[in-house]
């Protein structure tokens, strides 16, 4: 079966750093790209980024340009979305999704279940 | 980045029924156009892709129309099971942006 799973609910203060993870499988990692996708609370989709895991190209929204860092580690078949310095404005839903295309880019097919983070002090 | 705009915000449907949603882009994205349904709770999911094409599972009430800039997802005959949160997306030009929304509901 083909699917995303995400790590577990986050609670952090602001200022601190934030990795959350996806991970893979019943598929080829390498060959599919993966992206990031937040909904803050009550909200709609912002598309953030994407990642190639086989060669870790990477594409942001300008939105999201230099606020996030989305990684890949192919070993573990794991994508990752990062960011530091945390406000309270992050508080929200991030979905890993992946695109249906191989190697190409399309609509998201599969989707990780949500990781809820929360920001507060 | 292209703007995508979906129309109305709302929808008021009664069961067994028509639903047609709208969505529009401020620039030409050919047929590089999805749409998902998103449950209160649970992750979206992919309804159509290319414009036109279901994906794996969704029902044949389904279906979606449009290239270029306008385009329509109709449901035909609501079940229950679909009063949701619809969106759509483009993935013709970075980034991949998604319309705010609508949200059908029962009537």
Redesign the interface.
């Known amino acids: 079966e083909v699917q995303l799973v995400q790590s577990g609910a986050e609670v952090k203060k602001p200022g601190e750093s934030l990795k959350i993870s996806c991970k893979a499988s019943g598929y080829s990692f390498t060959t599919y790209w993966i992206?990031w996708?937040r909904q803050m609370p009550g909200k709609?989709?912002?598309?953030m980024?994407?990642i190639y895991p086989g060669d870790s190209d990477t594409?942001?929204?300008?939105?999201f340009q230099g606020q996030v860092t989305i990684s890949a580690d192919k070993s573990i078949s794991t994508a990752y979305l990062q960011r530091s310095s945390l406000k309270a404005s992050d508080t929200a839903m991030y979905?890993c999704?992946r695109?249906?295309l191989v190697g190409a880019?399309?609509?998201?097919?599969i989707?990780?279940?949500?990781t809820m983070v929360t920001v507060s002090s | 980045e292209i703007v995508m705009t979906q129309s109305p915000a709302t929808l008021s449907v009664s069961p067994g029924e028509r639903a047609t949603l709208s969505c529009r882009a401020s620039q030409s994205v050919s047929s590089d156009l999805a749409w998902y349904q998103q449950k209160p709770g649970q992750a979206p999911r992919l309804l159509i892709y290319g414009a036109s094409t279901r994906a794996t599972g969704i029902p044949a009430r389904f279906s979606g129309s449009g290239s270029g800039t306008e385009f329509t997802l109709a449901i035909s005959s609501l079940q229950s099971e679909d009063f949701a949160v619809y969106y759509c997306q483009q993935y013709d030009d970075w980034p991949h942006t998604f319309g705010q929304g609508t949200k059908l509901e029962i009537k």
């Open positions: 992206g996708v709609g989709l912002e598309w980024g994407v594409r942001y929204s300008p939105s979905y999704a695109h249906r880019f399309g609509a998201f097919d989707w990780g279940q949500g």
